[in-house]
């Protein structure tokens, strides 16, 4: 009997499904991934594919919302009430770097797929799971900013979007920054993640103690 027939539990075949799947859409893009191609790379047969997910779209859509659900599990003792406002976001910061890079292939093709005019009609249902954590993001600095951690007057969702979209850059092109002569990249996410927040949570204004420094 060949592997592609073996018999898999529930749990573990949607596992490796997944696991397949999101290689097989990253190498391929949404349009070039084909379920026999899923199958061959998770070592099951194609009614195994379907036994599961109703077709290739649910199947993708079940990629995104599974790297999804694991960032909401990361910020659960991130964005806790009770922590202050420099110290959750750069937890925040950090959670979303590293959850980054653990579904590095279901990341590069949401950033390369959004772009694409084929997945317009998806596209929708992607951007909802995704704002699910964006979301979390903006109620909690909203919330902080009604407890006086934060300053009334800034505008959460383009704070929100300033911490998504500096992750997002970095972890594209750290390599290609690393590089560039000034730009004294180590790749260091947690120092990364700090300079951010500070530069987000204090501005680039000067502080009195700068002048104290030799």
Same mark, same amino acid.
């Given at each position: 009997?060949?592997?592609?027939?073996?018999?898999?539990?529930?749990?573990?075949?949607?596992?490796?499904?997944?696991?397949?799947?999101?290689?097989?859409?990253?190498?391929?893009?949404?349009?070039?991934?084909?379920?026999?191609?899923?199958?061959?790379?998770?070592?099951?047969?194609?009614?195994?594919?379907?036994?599961?997910?109703?077709?290739?779209?649910?199947?993708?859509?079940?990629?995104?919302?599974?790297?999804?659900?694991?960032?909401?599990?990361?910020?659960?003792?991130?964005?806790?009430?009770?922590?202050?406002?420099?110290?959750?976001? #750069?937890?925040? *910061?950090?959670?979303?770097?590293?959850?980054?890079?653990?579904?590095?292939? &279901? %990341?590069? =093709?949401? !950033?390369?797929?959004?772009?694409?005019?084929?997945?317009?009609?998806?596209?929708?249902?992607?951007?909802?799971?995704?704002?699910?954590?964006?979301?979390?993001?903006?109620?909690?600095? #909203?919330?902080? *900013?009604?407890?006086?951690?934060?300053?009334?007057?800034?505008?959460?969702? &383009? %704070?929100? =979007?300033? !911490?998504?979209?500096?992750?997002?850059?970095?972890?594209?092109?750290?390599?290609?920054?690393?590089?560039?002569?000034?730009?004294?990249?180590?790749?260091?996410?947690?120092?990364?993640?700090?300079?951010?927040?500070?530069?987000?949570?204090?501005?680039?204004?000067?502080?009195?103690?700068?002048?104290?420094?030799?």
């Amino acid at each position: 009997m060949s592997s592609s027939n073996a018999p898999v539990s529930a749990s573990s075949g949607r596992s490796r499904l997944l696991d397949a799947a999101a290689a097989e859409f990253s190498a391929s893009g949404y349009a070039g991934a084909s379920i026999a191609a899923i199958a061959r790379r998770a070592a099951v047969s194609k009614s195994t594919v379907f036994h599961h997910f109703e077709s290739k779209e649910d199947l993708y859509l079940a990629v995104i919302g599974e790297a999804v659900a694991d960032f909401t599990k990361r910020l659960e003792h991130v964005l806790a009430p009770d922590l202050d406002g420099p110290q959750a976001l #750069e937890g925040f *910061q950090l959670e979303h770097l590293r959850h980054l890079r653990s579904h590095r292939q &279901v %990341a590069r =093709l949401i !950033m390369r797929e959004l772009q694409d005019p084929a997945l317009e009609r998806r596209k929708p249902l992607i951007m909802e799971l995704l704002s699910t954590n964006y979301t979390r993001l903006v109620r909690f600095i #909203e919330q902080s *900013q009604a407890s006086g951690r934060l300053r009334e007057s800034l505008d959460p969702n &383009v %704070a929100a =979007l300033m !911490m998504f979209a500096v992750n997002a850059f970095y972890f594209q092109h750290a390599d290609d920054l690393a590089r560039l002569p000034a730009a004294n990249i180590d790749g260091n996410d947690e120092g990364f993640a700090r300079a951010v927040i500070d530069i987000l949570y204090d501005g680039l204004a000067p502080r009195e103690s700068d002048g104290d420094r030799s």
